[in-house]
């Protein structure tokens, strides 16, 4: 099965989000989609949670950039984090 355009627009967002890192960038991608339906109502969780979140994410992509998988899997240990969701 094809991918729509949405759909890959969507993931091209997505994958821009997580790589970046940013939180407000990645808070920018989710309410743009939470208005076109993709997302519930549900708030987004803090900064905090928001910044761990986008590099566990990057390291659950199934074809992760190799320096951001490196980048993201090197944040979560200095922190004692694991790199799963």
């Not at 991918?3 to 991608?29: G, P």
């Not at 998988?69 to 694991?82: C, D, F, H, I, T």
Request: with cysteine.
């Amino acid at each position: 099965m094809r991918a729509s355009k949405e759909h890959k627009q969507w993931l091209k967002e997505r994958d821009e989000a997580i790589y970046s890192f940013d939180i407000e960038k990645f808070k920018a991608f989710y309410r743009k989609w939470q208005k076109r339906g993709i997302y519930d109502d549900t708030p987004l969780p803090s900064d905090a949670v928001i910044e761990i979140s986008m590099r566990k994410m990057c390291c659950g992509l199934a074809n992760p950039r190799e320096d951001k998988l490196a980048e993201a899997r090197a944040w979560l240990s200095e922190r004692g984090y694991s790199w799963t969701i």
